[in-house]
């Protein structure tokens, strides 16, 4: 069911997918102030194992100290040197790769070499600089923003979907990258839509009929929930794996958008995880995880099943999404030349909820949400059935 019952307006302009300024305006209204996914607890399982990342330029290093996890600007007070140029690695103190120095896990310095020759220290010896952090489910989350809300606040739709099973049930299939030329908007608003399953991927993801949809709209997000069409064949045999690894798991699609940038798709004993980081104007990064239900008492069988079905699902994603980056290319040019103002479908209402948010962020109102006012379903329509 949707919330819509009329078509609604195209709120964005084509030139606000390649604008520079529209661009530099998103960042600093909608992406630095955000929570950012990072990695997942496999990225750092054990007591001293760290990852390193960017994000958005800004070099960071999660670290695992007795279970918890914490995030550092990666970068020394002493000399300015990265604490680590390693992807990832263990180390049984956080310490710094140049010159040595020490630290605690509050950040602040423990134990520098030759610490006599610092003296007089003022104001105490140096701290690191330290980040926000959260986890939920398998998922770590960084917000170089300290004003940023929590994430408990705005995940509180969407947090079903970690809070289901506790976070040590999903094991991680694979991880993997895409740099796309098109800029964030474009695959976020093809990842919401499913008006064009029958025409891309025609035999890789269908949902049954129409009416059997549902979407959500929240001020943080959106939510559809679908039914996935597969030949009887295959809905037997994915209800008999997931029948040996999680007994009376949804089979329902249920696809959670957390504006601006990150999605959640579980289906069945599968979470798929996927973040979108605008490069550029015209260009943007996604990164992309698939987990897989562990069976809550594990066997030597419900392992392999879950290492099997994490392979079958990596594969049949990486399908789809290699069908969707397809278009890219050409919806970018599109953008780039387009005279129309476009329009958007009941069915495409997930589209215009993030134009929605993208506008409000943005401070932009274009002539298009002038001139149209939707009507949901829930209020009375005049000329219904007109066009
Ligand atoms: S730069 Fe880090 S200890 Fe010198
Ligand atoms: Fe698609």
């Known amino acids: 069911m949707f919330v819509n019952k009329t078509k609604l307006p195209h709120l964005l302009l084509p030139e606000h997918y390649s604008s520079q300024s529209q661009y530099e305006v998103e960042m600093e209204a909608m992406f630095r102030p955000q929570w950012h996914w990072v990695g997942s607890l ?7 194992d760290f990852f390193t990342r960017e994000l958005f ?23 300015h040197s990265t604490l680590s140029s390693e992807c990832s690695g263990n180390s049984p103190t956080l310490k710094c790769q140049y010159h040595g120095w020490g630290f605690n896990v509050d950040g602040s310095s423990g134990r520098i070499p030759d610490a006599k020759n610092f003296r007089p220290m003022s104001g105490g010896p140096e701290c690191l600089k330290k980040f926000a952090l ?57 990842t919401v839509e499913s008006y064009h399953l029958e025409s891309v991927h025609t035999d890789s993801f269908r949902f ?67 973040v979108l980081m605008p490069t550029s104007p015209t260009t943007c ?65 997930l589209v215009h909820a993030l134009q929605n948010h993208v506008a409000e962020k943005c401070g932009l109102r274009s002539e298009a949400s002038r001139d149209e006012v939707p009507v949901r379903v829930d209020a009375p329509v005049s000329n219904e059935g007109g066009r």
């Open 42 to 48: 496999h990225d750092a399982p054990g007591d001293g």
């Open 285 to 349: 990064r996604v990164t992309v995880s698939v987990f897989v239900l562990r069976r809550e008492h594990e066997t030597i069988w419900s392992k392999w099943l879950t290492r099997f079905w994490g392979r079958v699902k990596t594969s049949a994603v990486k399908k789809i999404l290699a069908e969707d980056a397809s278009l890219y290319p050409g919806i970018q040019t599109g953008m780039e030349h387009s005279p129309f103002k476009g329009c958007v479908s009941t069915r495409e209402e």
């Open 208 to 274: 049954e009929p129409e009416d059997a949809i549902e979407h959500e709209i929240h001020d943080g997000g959106t939510i559809m929930r679908a039914t996935i069409k597969s030949s009887p064949w295959s809905t037997r045999f994915s209800n008999w794996v997931t029948t040996q690894i999680q007994p009376g798991c949804s089979p329902q699609y249920r696809m959670h958008h957390l504006f601006p940038h990150l999605f959640l798709m579980r289906t069945d004993v599968m979470l798929q995880v996927m």
């Open 57 to 79: 330029g800004v070099p960071i290093l999660v670290r695992n100290h007795q279970g918890a996890y914490h995030c550092f600007l990666n970068v020394c007070p002493h000399r």
């Open 134 to 190: 959260a986890v939920h489910g398998p998922l770590i989350f960084v917000s170089l923003d300290p004003s940023c809300p929590p994430l408990t606040e705005q995940f509180a739709p969407f947090a079903s979907v970690t809070d289901e099973f506790s976070s040590d049930r999903w094991a991680h299939a694979e991880t993997w990258h895409y740099d796309f030329p098109a800029n964030w908007k474009v695959v976020a608003e093809n």
